[in-house]
């Protein structure tokens, strides 16, 4: 499997939030993960990405070690995990341009601005590239945000409510053609979301936290 994770439990003081979870993905699944505010979605977001460490359990990625049985962590910026919160936080003196290839460090010089001109295209947003985040609407900050996470070419994208700020309209286009966009890149992606439409539009497969544990409603 592609994410592996055993027995993961992780609190905040005496509050247990994350409980024995287990989940495994192959590369290129697109999961959604539903539960009530407050049942860690959030938290299980940050464990995986690094910035939470939890006291039990182990991750891996790619066949990469990211949390061992022993408690041994590796570093948010070596786990290669991207990851979009709920208020996608921009740099606010950056242009949309400049926001974007931030997340290509990685790449050479050269391939650096056809490739956000390409994810530019992808999220429509051609015209905009040198626009300033103050100068955006909502859905259009979050569709900046997703752009920059996958610049940094993740192997694995978490998104944290990401389409809050997408009217439906825009939704019905917008997220076939980011599933579009994963597929393309065989991207590991799992969707923490409220919303039933955001489900069917991107994700074939849910499981619901509960108890600190994922649970398969369907049986
Ligand atoms: N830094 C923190 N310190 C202490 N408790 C925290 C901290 N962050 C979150 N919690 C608690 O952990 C629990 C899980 O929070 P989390 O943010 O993961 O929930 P969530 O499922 O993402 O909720 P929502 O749907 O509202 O975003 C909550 O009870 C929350 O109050
Ligand atoms: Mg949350």
Do not use: W
């Not at 070419?153 to 439906?168: A, G, H, Q, T, V």
Request: hydrophobic share 40%; net charge neutral.
């Amino acid at each position: 499997m592609f994410l592996n994770i055993e027995q993961l439990s992780f609190s905040y003081g005496e509050h247990k939030v994350i409980n024995n979870l287990s989940l495994s993905l192959k590369k290129g699944e697109i999961l959604a993960i539903q539960g009530p505010s407050g049942s860690g979605k959030t938290t299980l977001f940050k464990i995986i990405a690094g910035l939470e460490t939890p006291q039990e359990g182990e991750i891996h990625i790619d066949s990469n070690c990211m949390v061992s049985i022993d408690g041994k962590c590796l570093v948010p910026e070596k786990r290669h995990v991207g990851l979009i919160f709920q208020d996608y936080a921009l740099f606010p003196h950056m242009t949309v341009y400049q926001n974007i290839v931030f997340g290509c460090y990685h790449m050479p010089k050269p391939l650096q601005k056809p490739y956000v001109l390409s994810l530019l295209k992808d999220i429509e947003l051609e015209d905009y590239k040198d626009r300033y985040p103050h100068t955006l609407s909502g859905g259009q900050m979050q569709r900046v945000a997703i752009a920059r996470a996958l610049a940094s070419r993740p192997k694995i994208l978490l998104m944290d409510e990401p389409f809050s700020n997408l009217d439906e309209d825009l939704k019905d286009v917008f997220i076939p053609n980011l599933k579009a966009l994963f597929e393309r890149h065989q991207l590991t992606v799992i969707i923490a979301t409220h919303h039933q439409r955001d489900i069917d539009l991107l994700a074939p497969k849910v499981l619901y936290l509960e108890n600190g544990s994922l649970v398969d409603k369907k049986g």
